[in-house]
Every structure is written in C-alpha cells, then in structure tokens.
C-alpha cells in the first residue's frame, strides 16, 4: 500500500551530540542567534527561533570531549536552517564575517541561496532561504531543475541596505 506523508509535515527539531555545550552554544546562540530554552547544566540544552520549545538541542551525554565524527563514514551531512528572507541570510553572512568565521561554500540552488559552514564539532550547517516558488527553475514538463551555480555574496550582502 502506497502512503504519502501530509504535506503539512514538518522537521520539528534536531539534537546534535557536541563535545563542548558551551563551544556550541556559543556558535548556535551567540554567532547564528538562536534563543535559549532550557540548559541542563553542562550537559544539554535546547535553543529555538521564535519562542518554539527547541529547534536544536545540544548534548555532551556520549561525546563530551570527543573529536568530530569522520567526514567519510555515515553520518549527517548538515542542518539546514531556512530564513524568512534574503535580507536575513544577509545579515547573517555578515555577521559570519564579522566574526571572521569561516563559509566552507556558498551556491545559489535555483530554488534557494545557501551559505555553508560547520559548527565547532565539524557538523554541517547550511544557512539559506527560498526563493518565491513563482522563480524556481523548472523544464518544459514542470519538472523541478535545482542546480548549483555560484551566490553574488557581494549582491546578497547589497540586501542589508535595501
């Protein structure tokens, strides 16, 4: 039997093993802004956008002190957190480079621009935001053509001062 999930669905959150809360939460709270929760000492917390329960949560209970994972093995790739607008993914490139913290890529999807990092243990971030549905690149059947072609930085940087 065929099932399709609701299209309604959403991921509600992720929970990152870390091997420092306080590294983390210094790059998931300070650097990109997400909002504190709740902290279980130096053992866990979870972090939100907008007053949700936890987007994030970070923990230390088998990892604390633990180098990062082996980019080869299985694993995840990164977390992709999606901005409200282009304007906000600017102000966050800007705020990457004012804290002189390193992009490991940047591209422009088709259907999306994307920023990528990694966190302090090595775990994937993707930074981005959706481009109107109306723009998304498609071929002559409708079918959805995503791509990867290089971001104007300087052009979405030009966003914070619209």
């Not at 709270?29 to 949560?57: C, P, R, V």
């Not at 800007?94 to 243990?121: C, F, M, Q």
Request: negative net charge; hydrophobic residues 35%.
């Amino acid at each position: 039997m065929s099932y399709t999930i609701p299209a309604q669905t959403q991921i509600g959150h992720i929970h990152l093993k870390v091997s420092d809360l306080d590294k983390a939460l210094s790059f998931y709270q300070d650097l990109l802004g997400f909002e504190l929760k709740q902290k279980f000492g130096s053992q866990a917390a979870f972090i939100s956008a907008g007053g949700y329960h936890h987007h994030i949560g970070l923990n230390t209970w088998q990892s604390k002190g633990s180098k990062p994972a082996p980019t080869n093995a299985p694993g995840l790739y990164h977390t992709a957190i999606l901005y409200p607008t282009r304007k906000d993914l600017a102000i966050a490139l800007k705020r990457l480079i004012d804290a002189k913290y390193p992009l490991t890529g940047a591209a422009d999807h088709g259907v999306s621009e994307a920023l990528y990092l990694n966190d302090p243990d090595g775990n994937g971030v993707e930074l981005y935001w959706d481009k109107p549905k109306e723009e998304w690149p498609v071929d002559a059947e409708g079918s959805l053509q995503m791509v990867t072609e290089h971001l104007d930085v300087d052009d979405l940087l030009n966003e914070i001062n619209k």
